[in-house]
């Protein structure tokens, strides 16, 4: 069957290219309702006072608008990051000379929903150990961010590695 209108060029053109663009900022800004995925590579470090957490971006991050770090149980949120490019987070944890173990909960939020918390277990340094500042793996910048930030594939090599 043989279509009877004629190719939409000129205006309707422009007015739908702007309708994908205020679409695609939405997704962006505020996410879709399907459930995100988990983080990856989730990591602690332990230092004076707390611990350095680290993770990367989900398989599928397209929806990706933040993170949430719970100390201690599930439901006792700590940290909200509202940007999917930050990867990173430095957790406030009980020190002492004998700080107690705790529960650290990352999990990826997409404006409407929540991925399922991946649990690790940590201690800050005592009082009494060496002065350490934790630093993110030697991997860690040529990972994706999600960003495109650094270069047109976002990495800081220029290689493209999600």
């Given amino acids: 069957m043989k279509s009877t209108l004629p190719p939409q060029l000129g205006a309707k053109h422009g007015e739908m290219m702007q309708a994908r663009v205020r679409a695609v ?7 879709t309702q399907r459930l995100p995925a988990a983080p990856r590579a989730v990591t602690v470090q332990p230092a004076q006072g707390g611990a350095l ?5 989900p398989q599928r991050y397209d929806d990706v608008t933040g993170y949430r770090i719970y100390v ?17 987070a430095f957790v406030p944890l009980t020190g002492g000379a004998t700080p107690p173990k705790q529960n650290v909960f990352v999990s990826v939020v997409n404006g409407f929903r929540e991925s399922g918390r991946l649990q690790m277990q940590t ?3 005592s009082d009494t150990a060496p002065a350490l500042v934790p630093q993110p793996p030697g ?11 650094k270069t047109q594939s976002g990495q800081p090599s220029g290689k493209k590695t999600p």
């Fill in 53 to 57: 957490v680290i993770w990367h971006l």
């Fill in 123 to 125: 201690a800050a340094l």
């Fill in 139 to 149: 991997d860690f910048l040529n990972v994706f961010s999600g960003g495109l930030d």
């Fill in 25 to 31: 900022t939405q997704v962006r800004t505020h996410g």
């Fill in 72 to 88: 201690g149980t599930e439901k006792n949120l700590s940290i909200q990051i509202r940007d999917r490019g930050t990867r990173q």
